[in-house]
C-alpha cells in the first residue's frame, strides 16, 4: 500500500501509514519513506508493462537496465527478473496471436468464382 502511495506522488499518506501501522514518530516514518524513495523501489505506472513493452520491440538490455534503476536489484537478479517476464510475455504474446488469426476475416473468393465462370463462359463458347 505504501508503495502505491509513493507512485501516486502522495508521499504524506505513506508517511502516515507506516506511522499508524508501525505507531513509531513521524520522523521515523518519514524516514522509512525517504529511504523507499531513495533506493528506488517505487515504481510510475505499472513497471512491468513497461517491461513488456520494451521486449516486443526486442530491447532486452534496455528493459533489463529500467528494471535495474527502479529496482535496485543486482545486474543478475534483473537479468533473471526481465527474462522470466518475457517468458510469461510470449505466453501472452502466443495467445494473443491465436486470438488475432481467429479474429481474421474469411477469405474472400470472389474473385476466384468470377474467374471461374469466366473461363466456363470461354469453354463453353469455344467448344459450341
Known amino acids: 500500500m505504501i508503495q502505491i502511495f ?3 506522488n502522495k508521499k504524506v499518506h505513506a ?3 507506516v506511522k499508524k501501522e508501525t505507531k513509531c514518530s513521524i520522523k521515523e516514518a518519514k524516514d522509512y ?8 523501489t517505487t515504481f510510475t505506472g505499472n513497471i512491468d508493462d513497461q517491461l513488456r513493452t520494451l521486449l ?7 528493459a533489463i ?19 522470466q517476464l518475457g517468458q510469461f510475455g510470449s505466453a501472452n504474446s502466443a495467445i494473443d496471436r491465436i486470438l488475432q488469426e481467429q479474429a481474421k476475416p474469411a477469405p474472400n473468393y470472389t474473385w476466384m468464382i ?9 469453354a463453353w463458347a469455344l467448344l459450341r
Open 6 to 8: 509513493l507512485s501516486q
Open 114 to 122: 468470377i474467374l471461374l465462370i469466366a473461363a466456363a463462359v470461354i
Open 56 to 62: 516486443i520491440q526486442g530491447n532486452k538490455i534496455e
Open 15 to 17: 508517511v502516515a501509514l
Open 33 to 40: 519513506v525517504d529511504q523507499l524513495v531513495q533506493s528506488k
Open 65 to 83: 537496465k529500467l528494471y535495474r534503476d527502479h529496482s535496485g536489484q543486482s545486474l543478475a537478479a534483473s537479468k533473471d527478473y526481465v527474462e
